[in-house]
């Protein structure tokens, strides 16, 4: 775990195949791969899976999210599992608003710089992704919408640029399948 902050355990139970061919338990315990903001109080994700792009294999491997793997955005065709708790907006200083996409290791995120002044979450993306609310409330942004969304709800952000704003007090934690997508043609970078 990088960062000061205490990061909540995600469980993560890994399945696979004995000797005998059986399926089996191989692992069960709080998945490694997880990060605190070091600037943001309540900020977090844990990467619980990931895989290459290509062909996805079930053959017994290294652990692909361990704890000191550094995991941004997949690359076309991969994929990430990520859970992240969103503290409220209020939390955020502006020192920490500057340095947020760097510190999250979003090396292909987009910043929307024109939409910044609407919400400093802005960013986009070359992904597909899954995003569902497990607890909490949470706002999601785009350049000319705007939706809350609550426990149950899913999005399906395909590319868009978005931010993720949270009006309430108190933290959101929401679940993302990002699938690694080619970038968009004719989309303003």
């Given at each position: ?84 708790t969103f503290p ?64 149950g709800d899913v999005v399906i ?33």
């Amino acid at each position: 775990m990088s960062g000061d902050r205490e990061v909540a355990a995600t469980r993560r139970v890994v399945t696979g195949h004995n000797a005998n061919g059986r399926s089996v338990v191989l692992s069960d315990g709080p998945a490694p791969n997880a990060w605190a903001s070091p600037d943001v109080p309540g900020l977090t994700a844990v990467v619980p899976w990931q895989t290459a792009a290509g062909p996805v294999s079930n053959e017994p491997s290294d652990d692909p999210a361990p704890a000191d793997r550094e995991i941004g955005f997949p690359e076309a065709g991969g994929t990430v599992l990520r859970v992240a708790t969103f503290p409220p907006d209020s939390v955020y200083s502006d020192e920490a608003i500057a340095k947020l996409f760097a510190t999250i290791g979003s090396e292909t995120a987009q910043a929307a710089a024109d939409a910044q002044a609407r919400h400093f979450w802005f960013h986009r993306t070359d992904s597909l992704d899954y995003a569902v609310v497990l607890d909490g409330e949470i706002w999601l942004l785009t350049d000319e919408d705007e939706r809350r969304l609550g426990p149950g709800d899913v999005v399906i952000q395909r590319g868009t640029s978005h931010a993720w704003s949270n009006r309430s007090g108190s933290i959101c934690r929401m679940a993302f399948v990002l699938i690694g997508a080619d970038p968009l043609s004719g989309v303003v970078q």
